[in-house]
C-alpha cells in the first residue's frame, strides 16, 4: 500500500484542474454571452469548435507522454513544467479586450483554444499517473477516490467563491469585465500552487515501457472494446454534469431570481448558483467516500449502473419542484442528492480507465496507459464541448434572450427548467444502456491483475 502523503499529493493535481474546469464549464458560458457581448449562436459554436479541436489533440498528448522518459517519470514532470502556462492561460481567457465584434470573437477563439491546449498538457499526463502510482486495481480505486475527493473540493472552493470575488473586485474597479478577470487571477495563483505541491508529493511507481509502434497502439486502442464503451459511457456523464451545470447560472437569474431566500426560521440566506453548485460539490466529495466501499461490495459496473438509474429519476422530479420558498429547499436537497450521485460515478470512470489499460496491456503487449487515459479526458472535453454548446442552442430555442433587463418569456423558463432536469435524464439512461454491455466484472479484473504480475515479473 502506497503512504497517505502520495494519495494526497495526486488529489491535489485535480483540485487544480476541477478549479479551472468547473468555472469554464459552468461559468464561462454566461461570461461570453452576458459580459464579453457574444450573442448566445456564437457562443455555442466556439465552445463546440474549441473544446472538440481540444479533445482531438488529447491522443497526440497521450502518445507524446508515454514516450516520455525523464528521472522523474513519464507524467510527473508535465505538473510541474506546465503548471504556470496553465494559469497564465486561465486569466488570458477571462480577459475582455477594447475591440470590436471580430476582433474581440477571434481573440475568444485563440485564448480559450490556447488555454484547452495547455490544460491538455497537463492534464492528460496528470490522468495517467493513476495507471503507474500502483499495480492493484483496488488501491487505483483509492487513488482515484483521494482524485475526485480533491476535485469536488477544489470545485466548491471556486465556485463558492466565484461570485463573491467578482462582486468585491467589481466594487473596487467599477466594471464586470475587470471583475472577473481579477477574480480569476486569484484563483489561476492558487492552482499553480497546488500543481507544484502535486508533483513534489506523488512518486511513479509502476515502470512501463512502449515496445510496439504508434500505429499499434493504435490499433490496439480502436479494437479495444471496453475502452469504446467506457468512452460511452464517460462522455453521457460529462454531458449530464455539463448540461446541469452550464445552466445553473442562466436559471438561478431567470427561474430563480436574483433575490431568492432560503429560510430557516429567524434566519435567511441568499440562494444564489455559487451556493447550488459548492454544495453540490461537498455532496460530491460524500459520494467519492461511498464509491470505494460500493465498489468493492458490488463492483465498479454494477455501482455505476445503479447510480445512473437513480440519477435519471432524480432529475426527472427536478422539473416539477416550484420557485418558491420550500420549493428552493427542495431544489437543493435534489442537488445534494444528485451530487451525491455523480461523486460516486466520477472515480469510478478514471479506475475503469486503469482496468483497461491492463486490459490492453495483457491483450496485445502495449504499454500505451497515456493513449488510453487520453481518451478519457477526450470524453470529458466532448461531453463539456456539446454540452455547452447545447444549452446555448436550446435557450436561443426557446427565446431566451441576454439583454440584462429582460423579462423571459414562459417558454424560455421551461427551456431553462428542461436543461435541469429531461435532457439530464436521458444522457443518464442512455450511459446506463453502454454500462450494461461492459465486459470488465470485477472477477475478470482480479484475474487480468493476476496474470499482468506474471508477465511483468517475466519481462
Known amino acids: 500500500m502506497k503512504n497517505l502523503k502520495e494519495k494526497i499529493g495526486y488529489g491535489f493535481g485535480d483540485m487544480s484542474s476541477s478549479m479551472f474546469w468547473k468555472i469554464f464549464s459552468y461559468y464561462l458560458p454566461i461570461f461570453y454571452s452576458n459580459i464579453y457581448g457574444l450573442s448566445l449562436a456564437d457562443t455555442g459554436i466556439l465552445l463546440l469548435v474549441t473544446r472538440v479541436w481540444d479533445a482531438v489533440s488529447d491522443p497526440m498528448m497521450g502518445i507524446i507522454a508515454d514516450r516520455t522518459h525523464t528521472r522523474w517519470g513519464k507524467y510527473r514532470p508535465y505538473l510541474l513544467w506546465m503548471a504556470l502556462p496553465f494559469s497564465v492561460c486561465g486569466v488570458l481567457l477571462f480577459t475582455t479586450p477594447e475591440w470590436g465584434t471580430t476582433g474581440k470573437l477571434v481573440w475568444a477563439y485563440v485564448t480559450y483554444i490556447l488555454m484547452m491546449t495547455v490544460y491538455t498538457a497537463i492534464n492528460v499526463p496528470y490522468g495517467a499517473m493513476l495507471g503507474v502510482v500502483s499495480a492493484e486495481s483496488d488501491e487505483k480505486t483509492i487513488f482515484s477516490s483521494f482524485r475526485m475527493f480533491f476535485a469536488y473540493g477544489g470545485s466548491f472552493i471556486a465556485l463558492f467563491a466565484w461570485e463573491p470575488l467578482c462582486d468585491a473586485f467589481k466594487g473596487m474597479t ?18 499553480f500552487l497546488i500543481f507544484l505541491l502535486c508533483f513534489g508529493l506523488t512518486r511513479e511507481h509502476v515502470k512501463s515501457v512502449s515496445t510496439v509502434s504508434v500505429g499499434k497502439d493504435f490499433r490496439s486502442l480502436l ?6 464503451l467506457l468512452i460511452g459511457a464517460a462522455l453521457c456523464s460529462n454531458l449530464f454534469n455539463t448540461v446541469r451545470g452550464a445552466t445553473a447560472a442562466y436559471f438561478f437569474k431567470d427561474y ?7 429560510s430557516l426560521g429567524d434566519f435567511s440566506f441568499l440562494f444564489y448558483a455559487g451556493l447550488f453548485l459548492g454544495v453540490g460539490e461537498v455532496a460530491n466529495m460524500v459520494g467519492v467516500v461511498l464509491a470505494v466501499p460500493l465498489s468493492h461490495a458490488f463492483g465498479k459496473k454494477n455501482t455505476y449502473i445503479g447510480t445512473m438509474a437513480a440519477l435519471a429519476v432524480l432529475s426527472v422530479l427536478f422539473f416539477y419542484v416550484p420557485a418558491t420558498g420550500t420549493g428552493f429547499w427542495i431544489m437543493l436537497l435534489l442537488q445534494v442528492v444528485i451530487s451525491v450521485g455523480t461523486g ?8 475503469m480507465y486503469a482496468d483497461v489499460s491492463d486490459y490492453a496491456e495483457l491483450k496485445d503487449g502495449t504499454a500505451s ?6 481518451s478519457s479526458s477526450m470524453a470529458q472535453k466532448f461531453g463539456g464541448a456539446f454540452g455547452g454548446a447545447a444549452v446555448m442552442w436550446i435557450l436561443a430555442a426557446f427565446g431566451y434572450s441576454t439583454a440584462s433587463d429582460a423579462t423571459q418569456t414562459p417558454e424560455a423558463l421551461t427551456g431553462l427548467k428542461t436543461l435541469m432536469s429531461w435532457i439530464p435524464a436521458v444522457v443518464a439512461l442512455a450511459s446506463v444502456v453502454i454500462v450494461y454491455f461492459y465486459p470488465l466484472t470485477k472477477q475478470r479484473v482480479a484475474d487480468i491483475n493476476e496474470r499482468l504480475r506474471t508477465v511483468r515479473k517475466q519481462s
Open 174 to 191: 467599477g466594471t464586470d469585465t475587470q471583475s472577473w478577470q481579477y477574480a480569476m487571477m486569484v484563483i489561476a495563483a492558487a492552482c
Open 223 to 228: 479494437a479495444n472494446v471496453p475502452w469504446w
Open 256 to 262: 430563480v431570481g436574483a433575490d431568492a431566500m432560503l
Open 344 to 351: 460516486i460515478v466520477s472515480p469510478l470512470i478514471w479506475s
Open 369 to 374: 496507459t497515456g493513449l488510453i487515459f487520453s
